[in-house]
């Protein structure tokens, strides 16, 4: 099984739906959650962070977390054409142990 | 967030020599960073963890010989490509990690001819 999983995709959506993207991971002792978006050629961005249960909402995304099923989202809202890339979850297990999904490759469509 | 740089943003070189690569955190002290490569269309694959001062961690499979890293200061971490090979063309990004989070320099296009 690996750490982070990831739905590949792609997944496409039309411009204005809500884009849903999970993930799933193994560590139950994992803290530290993270969404980096990364466009085609260029490197991940830092996106959403979030630490503790429940959701956190900033601007159009919304992280969900939910540590007793080992599962974390992430939730775009309006999505736009400019949000088509593909979306890495990350986990840190412990202080600098941070591992990567493959990401999910998502596409709005105008 | 925090401000990563890389230098050069892209190199081609010819087979045989050698590449450094420079990796800087521009407004944070960074205790930690992180070396990556990923081919196209591919994941990120963490190659090595270089903590300042002391001698970088290698994932398995990574020549240590081949991949030489250097983080000498709080700021600044260096990784050379040795002998280079056209098989070590790839995108390689580094990254630097403030606290819990991790940001990412814009990375180094290799090419080897």
Known sequence: QKEVEQNSGPLSVPEGAIASLNCTYSDRVSQSFFWYRQYSGKSPELIMSIYSNGDKEDGRFTAQLNKASQYVSLLIRDSQPSDSATYLCAVNAAHNDMRFGAGTRLTVKP | ?113
């Open chain 2, 1 to 113: 967030g925090a401000v990563v740089s890389q230098h050069p943003s892209w190199v081609i070189c010819k087979s045989g020599t050698s590449v450094k690569i420079e990796c800087r955190s521009l407004d944070f002290q960074a205790t930690t960073m992180f070396w990556y490569r990923q081919f196209p269309k591919q994941s990120l694959m963490l190659m090595a963890t270089s903590n300042e001062g002391s001698k970088a961690t290698y994932e398995q499979g990574v020549e240590k010989d081949k991949f030489l890293i250097n983080h000498a200061s709080l700021t600044l971490s260096t990784l050379t490509v040795t002998s280079a090979h056209p098989e070590d063309s790839s995108f390689y990004i580094c990254s630097a990690s403030e606290g819990a989070e991790q940001f990412f320099g814009p990375g180094t296009r290799l090419t080897v001819l």
